[in-house]
Structures are given as C-alpha cells and as structure tokens.
C-alpha cells in the first residue's frame, strides 16, 4: 500500500479544524471563486462553489490539489453542451496558466462544473452554505499498489518515448489525452475516485507524466504554429 492512497487519521490540518474550514481560508476561496467566475465572461448564475476532492476527504497529501468547482447550469449557457464544456475547459487552462494560485504548496485548481453533472466524489463541502453536502468517511481504503501500475506503466511507456521531431507527435499526444480522460471517466463513473482507473491517472499526474505530456504538446504546437521561412 502507498501512502498516496491511505486514508489519514483527519482531515488535512491546513485548511480545517475538525470537520470545519478555515473560515478566513473559506472566505479567500470564495474570492478567488469569484474572479474566476467573471473570468469565464459568463452570466449564467452560481448555484454553489464546492470543495472536494482529496482535500475535503482523508485520503489527502502534500500533494493533493485543492479542487475548487463553481457550480453552473450549462443548458443555460448554451444547447450545445459540448461547446460549452470546452469553452469552460479552456478557460480553466488559460486561467491555470494566468494565474497558478498556491495554499501552503498546494494547487488550487478551479473548474465550472455542470449542475446536471453526477460527481462522483465521497466528500463535498459547500462554501457558500458553510457545511457538507456529503460527509466523507474516515474508513481505510485499500488498494493494491500492482494494480495501479498496471495501469499507469503503459502510458508512461508511450509519455516517455514521444519524439518531438516525430510529425504525427500532436496527433499521438491527441490520441493518450483522449485515452486518459476516458479511462478516468469510466473509473469515477463505476467506483468512484478510489477506481483503479482514477488512482492511476493520480499516479500519473504525481509521477509528472501529465505535466511532461502537456509541455510537449504546448512546445509541438508553438513549434507548429511558428511561420517558416520560405
């Protein structure tokens, strides 16, 4: 057993007391909430901004995100769902890349999740209401560590073996992203965040792979889109 995915005997001391968040910390997220709300240039109203994720359950780490989503109605956006998902994707990326806001060493990742959207997370915390939409449980959760590599190995394999000066590498990166987001998808849609799958693209993620996989692909395009001269 890792101790990535080992519950701990509280909640992460730096943002709560007991059970309860940090009241000056919950009113800097909310702000931070705010802006990024204004920065998405929308009008559709905020039901609710949540805290979840590791950080608002005990299978947090020093290197657990704080996953901060601003709860918004997309059918009131636009009928198109899948613009405006990659409209909010974007704009999360631009944001992220503006503005990388840290707490004690831990990201703070923003997100504009659909309300009808299911979440799959076992700990919820409204910021707004002040209180848990859903409680997590300190229960142990056991997962075998051979079972996320096998996994996560074959796309370290293909992460580290990408060449740059191949001219397909953007279509190849297209391809493991797209591969990625749905084997996450299938974990937190059958188990949840403890699935197999989702613990692997954690370990992908803690591993740098993600973060290798994504400055390429930025390095690819800027190299792509730069005028040649002829």
Known sequence: MITEYQTQSELNPALWTGDELKPKLRLSLLKIAKYFYEFLGIETPVND???TGS????????????????LVNYKLINDNELLVRNHMMAKKNIWNTKYPLKYKGMNIELYAQDTNEPHASSGVYSLCK?????????????????AIDKKAKPYEYEIDNLN?????????????????????????????????????????????????????????????LTPKEV
């Open 55 to 70: 950080n608002a359950n005990y299978n947090w780490t020093t290197k657990s995100d704080i996953d901060l989503h601003i």
């Open 130 to 146: 002040n209180k848990w939409l859903m409680t997590p449980n300190p229960e142990m959760i056991s997962v075998e560590d051979d």
């Open 164 to 224: 740059s000066e191949d001219v397909d590498v953007l279509d190849k990166i297209k391809d493991i992203k797209d591969r990625l987001r749905n084997l996450r998808q299938t974990g937190l849609g059958s188990v949840g965040e403890y699935s197999i799958e989702n613990l692997a693209f954690k370990a992908l993620r803690n591993s740098g792979h993600l973060g290798k996989l994504n400055n390429l692909e930025k390095a690819s395009t800027f190299s792509h």
């Open 49 to 51: 901004v949540t805290l």
